[in-house]
């Protein structure tokens, strides 16, 4: 799965990827489309958002269930899980 987002998270879900084993890539985003983060981004918010492969039927009238690939999703809960757990994101929350 791809992630976008606060270097300092996006760091973070990398090394939670490889104690879940999922593979996380850093990547810079999607392009012309900021709805889900850019009110938090433009704040200074820490934020993240992960995606797949295929992005073509984000926000389309395509985007249907049908098209969910469960294991990508399973890995994705996985890892923020994990990183909702972990001591780093207790540390990053409380600017230690």
Do not use: C, K, W
């Amino acid at each position: 799965m791809s992630i976008f987002g606060s270097p300092e998270l996006t760091e973070l879900m990398v090394g939670v990827g490889v104690i879940t084993g999922v593979e996380v890539a850093v990547t810079r985003g999607l392009s012309g489309d900021t709805s889900e983060y850019a009110s938090f981004q433009n704040v200074g918010v820490t934020y993240f958002m992960l995606f797949g492969d295929d992005t073509t039927r984000i926000h389309s009238a395509f985007g249907t269930l049908e098209f969910v690939q469960a294991a990508m999703l399973g890995g994705a809960t996985a890892s923020t899980l994990a990183l909702l757990q972990s001591s780093e994101i207790v540390d990053l929350v409380n600017g230690d």
